[in-house]
């Protein structure tokens, strides 16, 4: 089982980013996918999460009506598009894979993890 995170990196204040997470070696659609993210000296949280169907999704207060997440069955691919970033955005940034919608912000009863990729919002 892989998840691959792509897409961060260094940005000023107020611009986007796009992350990507690319799945492998699972039944893609078993799972529902999130993006958290982990700051220095912090603890993980979720940031946002997808259904397995693509139907629900849910996006933490912090990140809403700047973040979208989105996935494509069919390329088993999801997707985080950000926009306005703060520098509070700073972190890195993991994709993660968990079987009950319950689970999504407890980060301990995930089934896989990817190695995370970095996001840095900064002038």
């Known amino acids: 089982v892989q998840l691959v995170e792509s897409g961060g990196g260094l940005v000023q204040p107020g611009g986007s980013l796009r992350l990507s997470c690319a799945v492998s070696?699972?039944?893609?659609?078993?799972?529902?996918i999130t993006w958290s993210r982990q700051a220095p000296g912090k603890e993980r949280e979720l940031v946002a999460a997808?259904?397995?169907?693509?139907?629900?999704?849910r996006h933490v207060e912090s990140v809403k009506g700047r973040f979208t997440i989105s996935r494509d069955n069919a390329r088993k691919t999801v997707l985080l598009q950000m926009n306005s970033l703060k520098p509070e955005d700073t972190a890195i940034y993991y994709c993660?894979?968990?079987?009950?919608?319950?689970?999504?912000?407890?980060?301990?009863?995930?089934?896989?993890w990817g190695l995370g990729t970095q996001v840095t919002v900064s002038s």
């Open positions: 993660g894979a968990v079987r009950r919608w319950s689970d999504i912000a407890t980060m301990r009863n995930y089934d896989h």
């Open positions: 997808i259904g397995n169907l693509g139907v629900s999704t």
């Open positions: 070696g699972v039944s893609f659609s078993t799972y529902h």
